[in-house]
């Protein structure tokens, strides 16, 4: 069956980075464009970034433009999603999710904070 599995999360100090990672099995993780979402406490859950089968498509949502990069490496099944600058407002529970089925992974949590 398809599972996603995040991990790299973690607590930062504000203006710190970290990378995320997103590993995929159970489908053919080459073909299918991949994304990031976040959810904050007491807000919906939002699209952080996307990126297309082959990786030379992006997008990204305007509050993390210019700080975030996703990226994803289809020999090692795997989504990255590359944080600079991290504020508070970036705490939340980030979450990968593939465009096959639509599956989603467990999360990973992120709090920025001094």
């Known amino acids: 069956q398809v599972q996603l599995v995040e991990s790299g999360g973690g607590l930062v100090q504000p203006g710190g980075s970290l990378r995320l990672s997103c590993t995929a099995s159970?489908?053919?993780?080459?073909?299918?464009?991949m994304a990031w979402y976040r959810q904050a406490p007491g807000k919906e859950r939002e699209l952080v970034a996307g990126i297309s089968v082959n990786g030379g498509s992006t997008n990204y949502t305007d509050s993390v433009k210019g700080r975030c990069t996703i990226s994803r490496d289809n020999s090692k099944n795997t989504v990255y999603l590359q944080m600079h600058s991290l504020k508070p407002d970036d705490t939340a529970v980030y979450y990968c999710?593939?465009?096959?089925?639509?599956?989603w992974g467990q999360g990973t949590q992120v709090a920025v904070s001094s």
């Open positions: 999710r593939e465009d096959y089925i639509g599956t």
């Open positions: 159970g489908f053919r993780f080459s073909s299918y464009a």
